[in-house]
């Protein structure tokens, strides 16, 4: 039991590091230790705005999205190293091979992921945070200050919020396995509930979560136990429910890309925005990918914001959920290109530079989602701030894909998670964001500043194309 | 056809193709032979503008290569070392991409004679990323040869496919030579290259050691294995290695006898 557990860490670590490099996969947590450290540092700056319980709100919910996310790509990443490596051989998926049950080998993996990502993400994250509390928060007039964050306490409260997040997604993949019409179904229905809701969520709800809520009274040990449950109920749940779908089952379509990219028009890359949205409907998840690892999400964030606009009336929600969209939509990008290789198209005659050009205008037909879901919020909602709303989400979604372009190629599910390049990204990325967050604050109409973004973003994908043409071998 | 001078790649210090000068004229079915590693898929790569070499000139089908790669892609069809057609197209779909890609008209019938000659019609709705090794390598064979080139340029052309399969390709090549056409096939297989290659280049530690026609006075009283293994000094290695092993066996037979 305890082998297969230490094999999966090894081979989980060998699979990041084959993808990304040893150095280059070893410096990711000393960037998030480093990046924590440093945005840390202006937390006075931030208690000016936003209370104690406020920040600890957020981090709290930024950890049970990591949970989710982690758990998605444990289960969904199969076809992404199968195009990577092959025909991939990973162990959670050789219980066919091996005289070891499904359940054993699935508990191992769940244990591993909480396990490997803990040292990943939550440990770097809280020690950078610790480390500038340490710091910043002893130089402040307030006497209590320093007491507020109870790092210890903080360490245990986040990893159960992403024990939480990850244990929810495995279960929904279970129930997923077995009929996924019905997550479908219970999504779709979720949606408009949740966004009908939105506006009545006050900070209380929010709370609510039980990680977060034991961090803010730690005497209320009633919370740890409904963790505990949160996290045990539906992982027993999805063990003893637990259905293997094996990849080998030869799927057959009639020819439905001829249509398509006739239908997409005569223009240079219609045939690539077909093949894209083939490669989208038929990859596992189908379609159901954009309502799950988007919209989900996506109305998760405005939930949040709308009642943090609540308890922080400067901030406005419409504004602030733009921003993140704009961010949130970038990660379109990596869909488009996870199942892709160069090799694929080097024989032909084709640039480098073509099919990246051919991604971005599917990036651009997908951008019409959040675009709508922006629009339609923004109608409902806060009607006068929707045009800088719109202008934001657009400068900012296009700004993101070309640093994203620039940085990684054709390749930002693995060249993003390079230490360095990851560094470089954030650079590029946060201080436009956190100067965004300020004029909103100033007025809306500073946002429209952001069209400064667009011609930056133009040079920077000339300079793009012109990189990755000259790269050697762009594949992996 | 193809006119390489002084043709030079390097990856840090291994000199993967050096000093290579190749002339393969029209209506050849050339074979650049050599073990793994030798430089074989660098060359094809470097004839097909997919990568530049560091020194050297490259004229494939007229037209310069380093200047024009994409103009001689579009030229020439080429079947590459590892088969990757996209994952979630189906054998069809992909047919229609290339030739969409490649923008010719009524390809529709050509895909149709292509799933017929290699028999595999019934897997034409069958996702690539599920089809097997030997499907895939037809798939490609089919895309390169879809725009009706009149080079073909292709690296291990009988990889994974069954013997029958083997004969109907290599009486393909064959045809489409007398048609007029050329091919540059690349393989560490010699039975191939004895069986249909015009001349061949016999490539190694990317050095060309020998180019000449299969008919040519090396090869008149010799065999194409032996001539190759020598080439690549394994023949004389062999021998030595053979030798010692033999001359080893007698002195244990001679030491138990006097015993």
């Known amino acids: ?476 | 056809m193809i006119e390489v001078k002084g043709l030079s790649k390097s990856y840090g210090k291994i000199n993967a193709v050096d000093s290579v000068d190749l002339s393969v004229k029209k209506g050849e079915l050339f074979g650049l032979l050599g073990p793994n590693g030798s430089g074989k898929t660098t060359m094809i790569k470097m004839l097909t503008g997919q990568i530049k070499p560091d020194s050297g000139s490259l004229r494939v089908h007229g037209v310069d290569v380093l200047e024009a790669p994409l103009r001689v892609r579009e030229l020439v069809g080429v079947i590459p070392e590892q088969e990757t057609p996209p994952s979630f197209l189906t054998a069809e779909e992909y047919l229609h991409f290339v030739a969409k890609i490649r923008k010719l008209e009524g390809y529709e019938k050509a895909c149709e004679q292509w799933f017929e000659f290699f028999d595999f019609g019934d897997q034409k709705n069958v996702l690539c990323k599920d089809l097997s090794r030997g499907t895939r390598q037809k798939l490609m064979f089919a895309q390169a040869f879809l725009h009706e080139p009149k080079l073909a340029i292709i690296d291990e052309p009988l990889i994974n496919l069954d013997p029958v399969m083997q004969r109907k390709v290599k009486d393909f090549l064959r045809g489409y030579v007398k048609n007029g056409g050329t091919i540059f096939i690349s393989t560490h297989i010699l039975e191939i290259a004895k069986e249909i290659c015009s001349s061949i280049g016999i490539i190694y530690k990317g050095k060309l050691v020998h180019s000449g026609r299969m008919d040519g006075p090396e090869l008149e009283d010799r065999n194409l294995e032996e001539f190759f293994l020598e080439l690549v000094g394994q023949g004389c290695e062999c021998r030595e290695q053979r030798e010692q092993l033999e001359m080893q066996a007698r002195e244990k037979q001679l030491s138990k006898m006097s015993a």
Do not use: C
């Open chain 1, 1 to 476: 039991m305890f082998d297969i557990f230490k094999s999966m860490m090894k081979e989980e670590w060998r699979m990041h590091s084959s993808l990304f490099g040893h150095s280059g996969f070893a410096l990711f947590p000393v960037f998030i230790f480093l990046f924590t450290f440093f945005v840390s540092l202006v937390l006075p700056v931030f208690r000016e705005i936003v209370s104690d319980a406020g920040i600890a709100l957020g981090m709290h919910y930024f950890f049970l999205l990591v949970g989710g996310m982690v758990g998605a790509f444990g289960l969904m990443g199969r076809e992404f190293m199968n195009r990577r490596f092959g025909q991939a051989s990973l162990i959670a998926y050789s219980s066919r091979t091996l005289p070891v049950s499904e359940r054993v080998i699935f508990l191992n993996f769940l244990v591993k992921d909480v396990v490997y990502y803990f040292i990943l993400y939550v440990l770097p994250f809280v020690a950078g945070f610790a480390l500038a509390v340490k710091f910043v928060l002893p130089l402040l007039v307030l006497p209590s200050a320093a007491g507020s964050f109870k790092i210890p306490l903080l360490t245990l409260t986040l990893s159960l919020s992403f024990m939480i997040g990850l244990s929810v997604v495995f279960f929904l993949s279970t129930v997923y396995a077995h009929s996924g019409k019905a997550v479908l179904a219970g999504l779709l229905l979720a949606f408009p509930a949740l966004l009908f809701a939105s506006g009545n969520f006050n900070g209380e709800v929010l709370y609510a979560l039980p990680g977060l809520s034991f961090y803010l009274a730690p005497s209320e040990t009633r919370q740890l136990l409904v963790s505990a449950f949160l996290i045990l109920v539906p992982s027993a749940l999805s063990l003893i429910f637990l259905k293997v779908d094996y990849p080998q089952v030869q799927k057959d379509f009639s020819n439905s890309f001829s249509g398509l990219s006739t239908r997409f028009g005569s223009y240079r890359y219609a045939a690539f925005v077909a093949k894209d949205f083939l490669d989208l409907k038929r990859s596992e998840g189908g379609l159901g990918k954009i309502i799950f690892s988007f919209l989900l999400p996506v109305t998760l964030v405005w939930v949040l914001l709308s009642a943090l606009g609540n308890v922080i009336p400067a901030l406005d929600s419409l504004l602030l959920f733009s921003l993140v969209l704009g961010v949130l939509s970038s990660s379109m990008y990596n869909w488009l290109t996870e199942f892709d290789l160069f090799a694929s198209y080097a024989f032909l005659p084709l640039k480098v530079s073509d099919v990246i050009k051919s991604k971005l205008d599917s990036y651009a037909f997908l951008n019409i989602v959040p675009l709508v879901f922006l629009f339609g919020l923004g109608l409902r909602t806060e009607p006068y701030t929707l045009v800088p709303s719109l202008l934001v989400f657009l400068s900012i979604s296009f700004y993101m894909v070309t640093v994203l372009v620039y940085l990684t190629g054709l390749y930002p599910s693995v060249n993003l998670y390079n230490g360095k390049t990851f560094a470089l990204y954030a650079l590029s990325i946060v201080p436009v964001l956190i100067l965004n967050i300020v004029l909103s604050i100033l007025s809306p109409y500073y946002l429209f500043a952001d069209l400064a973004l667009v011609p930056v973003a133009v040079y920077l994908l000339g300079k793009s194309f012109r990189k990755w043409d000259g790269v050697e071998n762009p594949q992996f």
